[in-house]
T-cell receptor
Framework: GENVEQHPSTLSVQEGDSAVIKCTYSDSASNYFPWYKQELGKGPQLIIDIRSNVGEKKDQRIAVTLNKTAKHFSLHITETQPEDSAVYFCAASPVFYAGGTSYGKLTFGQGTILTVHP | KAGVTQTPRYLIKTRGQQVTLSCSPISGHRSVSWYQQTPGQGLQFLFEYFSETQRNKGNFPGRFSGRQFSNSRSEMNVSTLELGDSALYLC??????????????FGEGSRLTVL
């Protein structure tokens, strides 16, 4: 099955700096790569996602890049703010599974605790 | 629009007991998935339901089961609880417009402690 490795496990930056989190995946069938942010006491929330036919996607201060050949993808947050402090998870998923379609199964990385210091 | 609602939010059980957790998806969402979150193993997929049918299952023992009702609400059950079952159990729902929308909307979870 799919295996997703995420680095670093913790990341501490000053407000205004950039933060980069990297993930690698093992299953070449994976073609959907979302990033989730989890704040204390809450469930994960999607912040950005990318599909395998796209190399880069940007949404204001957040961007994700994907290298399918190398099987890795990264999250870039620019101009970090204290409210960006949270745990970030990358995930990977194929669209189809044996027996049919399954969109609900994501394989998550171990998470990165991002702390942005004012 | 109400989000995904999970009940109960916190519960304490003892080894050998069983527990049932409930999830109400966002109105109109027909897909419900369950995840177990622990500090050691992270977020792990349990199972996924769509239109009352289990569509996919993760690598958990048979003590973990679930079901979905006709109104898309879902329950999961863990029987013969073990200490290692202590975790945050997260439910997620999805609108799932094929090849367009794959976002999972997570609830705040049910925190289970097994003593």
């Amino acid at each position: 099955g799919e295996n997703v490795e995420q680095h670093p496990s913790t990341l501490s930056v000053q407000e205004g700096d950039s933060a980069v989190i990297k993930c690698t995946y093992s299953d070449s069938a994976s073609n959907y790569f979302p990033w989730y942010k989890q704040e204390l006491g809450k469930g994960p929330q999607l912040i950005i996602d990318i599909r395998s036919n796209v190399g880069e996607k940007k949404d204001q201060r957040i961007a994700v890049t994907l290298n399918k050949t190398a099987k890795h993808f990264s999250l870039h947050i620019t101009e970090t703010q204290p409210e960006d402090s949270a745990v970030y998870f990358c995930a990977a998923s194929p669209v189809f599974y044996a027996g049919g379609t399954s969109y609900g199964k994501l394989t998550f990385g171990q998470g990165t605790i991002l702390t942005v210091h004012p | 629009k109400a989000g995904v609602t999970q009940t109960p939010r916190y519960l304490i059980k003892t080894r050998g007991q069983q527990v049932t957790l409930s999830c109400s998806p966002i109105s109109g969402h027909r897909s419900v998935s369950w995840y177990q979150q622990t500090p050691g193993q992270g977020l792990q997929f349990l199972f996924e339901y769509f239109s009352e049918t289990q569509r996919n299952k993760g690598n958990f023992p048979g003590r973990f089961s679930g079901r979905q009702f006709s109104n898309s609400r879902s329950e999961m059950n863990v029987s013969t609880l073990e200490l290692g079952d202590s975790a945050l159990y997260l439910c997620a729902s999805s609108l799932e417009r094929v090849l367009i929308d794959r976002e999972l909307f997570f609830g705040e979870g049910s925190r289970l402690t097994v003593l």
